[in-house]
């Protein structure tokens, strides 16, 4: 996809008011880069209306090999640039149902308290895919009431590791804890296409702790049977054991 396809899709999820200031509050997290340690994570300010970064700390350099000076210099364009071909689709969906979720189902108090999480992989300057972990915390909002200045931590991980691209949004209570009001695998979307309804039939009996005895009972089917589903199923979902099986399930049950 296009940089400047990207563009469009960015602005029609961000679409605001054009005129954006930074408040004073946020130019003191740029003083604290001074005294932040090297280490394999970074923070930008981003600026969604311009599509911008207001600051970038100095870990970038260190945690990709890439450019400070050109990623201020070229905004998002260039960060988008980046990404791998196979991750932007599943991004900007991610990035579209939070904003949804964000305008539909939240207020506007709860919104100056939220905290969003994605993920998606980059090249660095070696040419290797790395992993991403975004977490971005509004700072500034619009007259609607939508986020378009974020504080966002970005978490660098080996690429080798397999990471299924999703978000989440999480609100601070009044405890001061926080709590995962929206979760999505957005990578695990393709499975509602790979599992059959009888396999859902035996998932749903596996999560509900039934032995492969019991399900072939109540399916009306060979124990033999059970088993082939149960092996396809671990096959089809790429994980070794009955217990991730659940643990899978349980996290993402809109699959079932």
């Not at 108090?109 to 991403?132: F, L």
């Not at 790979?194 to 032995?211: A, C, H, Y």
Request: proline share 2%.
């Amino acid at each position: 996809m296009q940089t400047k396809k990207i563009n469009a899709l960015y602005n029609q999820i961000f679409e605001t008011y054009p005129k954006v200031e930074i408040e004073e509050h946020i130019k003191k997290l740029i003083e604290l880069d001074f005294f932040y340690p090297y280490n394999s994570t970074f923070y930008c300010i981003t600026n969604t209306v311009h599509q911008n970064f207001e600051y970038i700390s100095k870990n970038f350099n260190a945690c990709t090999g890439l450019s400070r000076e050109k990623m201020m210099q070229e905004g998002m364009d260039y960060f988008w640039s980046l990404f791998h071909p196979e991750d932007i689709k599943l991004w900007i969906k991610s990035l579209n149902n939070l904003m949804t979720f964000t305008m539909t189902e939240l207020d506007d108090e709860q919104r100056k308290r939220m905290s969003y999480t994605w993920n998606y992989r980059i090249k660095n300057a070696q040419n290797e895919y790395v992993n991403i972990i975004q977490n971005t915390t509004p700072l500034q909002f619009d007259d609607a009431k939508k986020p378009i200045i974020g504080m966002a931590h970005y978490t660098v991980l080996n690429g080798n590791i397999a990471m299924d691209i999703c978000a989440s949004a999480k609100y601070l209570n009044n405890n001061n804890e926080y709590e995962t009001l929206f979760y999505q695998n957005v990578s695990n979307e393709k499975l509602l296409g790979l599992i059959s309804n009888r396999e859902r039939d035996i998932i749903r009996l596996i999560i509900t702790k039934n032995t492969s005895e019991a399900i072939a009972k109540k399916l009306n089917i060979s124990i033999h049977t059970v088993n082939t589903h149960r092996r396809n199923i671990l096959k089809k979902i790429n994980i070794n054991s009955t217990y991730e099986l659940i643990s899978y399930f349980k996290s993402n049950p809109k699959l079932l």
